[in-house]
């Protein structure tokens, strides 16, 4: 076991540079990690350019660093496309709302006009007589009429005693 892990770091130490072993440990963190996409690159990651340009930069890598670096440049850039958001297919709140709601519309008519009579002025169509609120109050059960207490000879005076006058 002794003499795999020294050979193995042998094998570390003369083929693979620092540079290269500092990319890799960069990219494998980049790949593990989830860090989501800065919010000011995320308009330039989804299109053609981008595409090609990382395509290119990987095999350039690939052919020029190491094979391994390679892979993982191309891993890293998949993870780059699919963590980004496309900001390409996404409309406004707004927009969105307008367009659901005309569709939705589509096959409802509004009357623009109502009907109006010789002089102008606007028709009710509406009967008041087959309003809920007057069958409603039909149906219920007849109210009794409080009997009157009196004849309603009360006289009220401001006050009783000396001096005291009729209002």
Same mark, same amino acid.
Do not use: C, W
């Given at each position: 076991?002794? !003499?795999?892990?020294?050979?193995?770091?042998? $094998?570390?130490?003369?083929?693979?540079?620092?540079?290269?072993?500092?990319?890799?440990?960069?990219?494998?963190?980049?790949? &593990?990690?989830?860090? +989501?996409?800065?919010?000011?690159?995320?308009?330039?990651?989804? !299109?053609?350019?981008?595409?090609?340009?990382? $395509? $290119?930069?990987?095999?350039?890598?690939?052919?020029?660093?190491?094979?391994?670096?390679?892979?993982? $440049?191309?891993?890293? &850039?998949?993870?780059?496309?699919?963590?980004?958001?496309?900001?390409?297919?996404?409309? +406004?709140?707004? /927009?969105?709302?307008?367009?659901?709601?005309?569709?939705? %519309?589509? !096959?409802?008519?509004?009357?623009?006009? &109502?009907?109006? %009579?010789?002089?102008?002025?606007?028709?009710?169509?509406? %009967?008041? %007589?087959?309003?809920? /609120?007057? /069958?409603?109050?039909?149906?219920?059960?007849?109210?009794? /009429? &409080?009997?009157?207490?009196?004849?309603?000879?009360?006289?009220?005076?401001?006050?009783?005693?000396? !001096?005291?006058?009729?209002?």
């Amino acid at each position: 076991m002794k !003499n795999l892990a020294k050979s193995a770091t042998k $094998f570390v130490s003369k083929n693979v540079k620092a540079h290269e072993l500092v990319l890799s440990v960069l990219l494998l963190f980049y790949v &593990f990690s989830g860090v +989501s996409t800065p919010s000011i690159i995320v308009p330039y990651i989804h !299109n053609y350019i981008s595409y090609i340009v990382a $395509f $290119f930069m990987v095999l350039i890598v690939f052919t020029t660093v190491s094979p391994l670096i390679g892979i993982l $440049f191309a891993i890293a &850039f998949l993870v780059l496309f699919r963590r980004t958001p496309d900001l390409g297919h996404l409309e +406004s709140s707004e /927009e969105s709302k307008l367009q659901s709601m005309a569709e939705l %519309n589509s !096959n409802f008519s509004i009357p623009l006009e &109502f009907p109006k %009579n010789a002089k102008g002025e606007v028709i009710q169509t509406k %009967n008041l %007589n087959n309003n809920l /609120e007057v /069958e409603v109050i039909e149906k219920m059960a007849p109210t009794k /009429e &409080f009997q009157s207490l009196g004849d309603g000879a009360y006289q009220a005076i401001q006050a009783g005693g000396i !001096n005291a006058s009729e209002l």
